[in-house]
Every structure is written in C-alpha cells, then in structure tokens.
C-alpha cells in the first residue's frame, strides 16, 4: 500500500540504505539461529529466542483494535546491522550516523541536561556514555548486548519477566528477534539527579526495530528515563515492536518519559509494563505521533502496600492514522494509588482511541484510582472514542473515571480571531493549550520537540 507524502521537517531525513549485514526477510527457526549467531549469544539466549519464536507462531493476531493485516513478516528484514560498531567518543560514530543524530538534537542534549546518553540506529546502538560520578555510585547504564554478556545473573533474572513472551503475539516475536536497547541498574539508595535518554532511530525500509529496555531501580534509589524514537518516510510498511521492562523496588522512584515520533508508514506495536514495590512511585510521561498505526498500552503492577502510579499521556491522530492508546494498572495491595490523565487530537479523518484497564483487586483494600480522557476533534470528519475497563473487586475504594470527547470550539476561535489571530493560529492556540499539561511533565527541551511535533500536525493539509 503506498502513503501518501507528507512534510516532516528533519524527521524525515534518509540516509542511503547501507548496512553491514541485513538478515533476509521473513521468519523462520534458521533465520532466528543466524540473528543469534551475529549478536554473539549466550546459549540460554539462544534457546530462548526459539522458544519465542515457537510461541509466537501458535498465537494469533488480535481480533479487536486495528486491523494489522497488512502486515506481513515475509516482507519485514528483523534484523540490520549498521556500518559501525559500538562507541562510547561521539567523534568516532560514522559521519551519515552522527549528522542524523545530531540534527535531532541528541548530541546537545547530552551536553546540556543528561547524565548519560544511548542511540541506536536500525537493530544495534551505535554510541553509549555516561557521566564519571554515576560510575563511581555503582550505576550501570549499557546497551542490552553487553548487560547480556558482562551482567548475565542480573539479566537472567529479570529478562521477560515482567512482560512474559506469551503475553500476546507481538511479545512473542520480540523474544525470538529482539536487538539493541538499553539496561540500567541503580544501586540501593542512588539517586540520579540528572535524566539519561535513549534514542530510537530506524533508517532501513522494510525493516523492524525491536530494541529490549530493562530498568532495575533498587530500593529507596531514583531515576528519571527519557525515551525517543522516530524514523523517516518511506512507501511500504516498517514495524517496530519494542519492549520496556521497569522494576521499581521499594521505596523507590521512576519516572520514565517517552516521545515516539514514528513515520506514517510505521505499525508501531510496542509493549511496556512497570511492577512496581512497597512504597514506590511509577510516573509515566507518554507522547504519541506520527505511526499510521499505534497500539500501545503501558501498565503498571502496583504490587507493594503504598505503591503509586501516575501516568499522563497525550495522542495526536492525522489522516491516515489509527492511534489505540492507553493505560492498564493492577492495584494487588493494600492503599496503592493511581492516576490517569490521557487527552487525545484528532484532525482530518485520524482516530483515536483511549483504550484503558483499571483493576483493583479483593486484597487491595483502602486504594484509589483516578481516570480522566479527553478527546478533541478539529473537524467533523475525525474519529475518537474511549473504551475503558473498570474492574473494581472490593468496596473499600476510591475510584472514579471521567470522560470527555468534543469537537473545537467555534465560539472559542471566533473569539481569538476577533482579537487579532488568523482561524489557524486561534487552532494552534487552542491544541497547545489543550496539550500544555503533558508538555509541564516534560523536560524543557522534550516540551519544546513536542510543541514542534504538534505544529507539524496541525500544518498538515
């Protein structure tokens, strides 16, 4: 099928397709057995690609949310190599690699506001670095390959455990073909004062990106995680199936901001969860655009007495583009808590869909939930629902969910426009303000590329 041509300013930019070495397309066990044996696996990482890839061919696609038919594996490469190795001097990553990059901004942004930095172009991160002082306190903060091979006890222990490879089919396929991404541990007590980010970007059409990330944040220790991602335009179907395990200890505090600015070519199918221990807090900061499909839904488990969760998450849906987005918590103790703010924008025949879960089980007695959605449409023609479950096991709660969907305010425009504003920029007044909450959550420079991307929307015809 082909897309249509959009403008998307530096998010766009292609380089020549080369690479080191492209996995042919499709999905076999010799194809799995070829991708372990490139990335060096261990022979339990070996083994545990197969079974993946055994239980991904017995599930099925799903049968609600989008239709994925389009999808075809035989046409998707699952894994490619760049022409370079891993680098830990910005000087040394290739000249095409690093302009990239450093037109997205990830090079300034270490500089200025992060303690630590990894990017990752097609299936293998290309440089990795983090501050001396982090060292010194015991933070390991690596790509996954190498957390596989110089952390194996504490990968082991952990990988695809909080989001096991039968949790659907997509999860699956994750386990067998997974490349790149980033692990990081924090020491008991350690409290990373200053962000580290990671920077999806995919070059290689017809390709998937499937990058693994596991944070460990031991008790009474903290973290902030900053996430991108984002892939130029091409005319046929790129997939990205990731996976983000988060384990927050007790005490301890995470909160894990993501950007994901995929092209409008790109099914983006990606699968994060948060177990979260006593006394702990999980705050989720989530911004959604670009992909022509999204189905992603971060969860968290709140599993200690006092656990908390927050999430804040906003949607933009353009033509073309079905985005099937939302939230699940399950509240499994005693006075946990959580809170759920998502808004979503739709314009020009895009959906929208808030599809949530909230569970508070018999065991978790004395624990509130707070949901909110909110939906606004540009045009008549946009689509936005909401779709939530509640499953609520004890009376001895608080719990309430609101809902709001609406199209803009003509009286609002004509109002900025009686003031002086053009019908657009009365708009683009109005969608910032409707965003302005989420992009508060964000660092400065997050806020502002988020800003960006909604201009981009809103100037698409």
């Not at 200053?194 to 499937?210: A, V």
């Not at 509240?331 to 924008?345: E, L």
């Not at 909230?358 to 779709?387: G, H």
Request: hydrophobic share 35%; charged share 25%; proline share 4%.
């Amino acid at each position: 099928m082909e897309i249509q041509e959009i403008n998307r300013n530096i998010y766009d930019i292609k380089n020549k397709d080369e690479y080191d070495y492209k996995i042919k397309k499709g999905l076999t066990h010799e194809i799995i057995e070829e991708i372990s044996k490139q990335k060096k696996d261990p022979e339990w990482m070996r083994e545990f690609r197969l079974k993946a890839l055994d239980v991904y061919n017995k599930l099925e696609l799903p049968t609600w949310g989008p239709d994925l038919s389009e999808l075809n594996m035989e046409e998707i490469a699952t894994y490619v190599r760049p022409k370079t190795g891993l680098s830990n001097s910005w000087e040394d990553v290739p000249e095409d690699i690093k302009s990239t990059f450093d037109k997205l901004g990830i090079p300034e942004a270490e500089k200025t506001s992060l303690a630590g930095v990894g990017a990752q172009y097609d299936s293998e991160v290309v440089y990795h670095s983090m501050k001396e002082e982090l060292i010194k306190q015991g933070v390991i903060y690596t790509d996954m390959e190498t957390a596989v091979r110089e952390y194996p006890e504490l990968v082991k222990t952990h990988f695809m455990k909080c989001v096991p490879v039968n949790d659907h089919k997509f999860v699956a396929l994750h386990g067998a073909v997974w490349s790149g991404g980033s692990f990081v541990y924090v020491p008991k007590g350690v409290k990373v004062d200053i962000p580290l980010q990671s920077y999806f970007r995919l070059n290689s059409p017809e390709s998937g990106q499937f990058e693994h990330t596991l944070i460990i944040v031991d008790e009474e220790a903290s973290l902030h995680f900053i996430e991108g991602c984002s892939a130029p335009k091409y005319n046929k179907v790129n997939l990205h199936a990731g996976c983000v395990e988060l384990y927050v200890k007790d005490n301890a505090y995470l909160r894990y901001s993501t950007i994901e600015n995929w092209s409008k070519n790109m099914l983006n199918l990606n699968t994060k969860k948060a177990i979260v221990g006593k006394n702990a807090k999980m705050e989720w900061v989530s911004g959604s655009f670009g992909s022509k499909i999204s189905m992603l839904y971060p969860m968290s488990i709140l599993n200690g007495d006092g656990a908390k969760t927050e999430y804040t998450g906003i949607s933009f849906a353009g033509g073309g583009q079905n985005l099937d987005n939302g939230f699940k918590v399950i509240h499994n103790s005693a006075n946990t808590s959580s809170v759920v703010n998502a808004k979503s924008i739709s314009k020009n025949g895009g959906k929208c869909t808030y599809r949530g879960l909230v569970r508070i089980n018999e065991n978790a007695k004395n624990s509130k939930s707070s949901v909110s959605c909110e939906s606004l449409m540009l045009d008549d023609v946009s689509i936005s629902d909401t779709i939530p479950t509640n499953d609520i096991r004890t009376d001895e709660v608080e719990f309430s969910h609101e809902a709001k969907i609406g199209k803009i305010s003509e009286k609002t425009i004509f109002y900025l426009m009686s003031r002086g504003l053009s019908e657009e920029d009365a708009k683009a007044m109005i969608v910032r303000g409707f965003a302005s909450p989420i992009a508060k959550e964000l660092p400065v420079e997050y806020a502002v590329e988020m800003n960006n991307l909604i201009n981009l929307e809103l100037d698409q015809p």
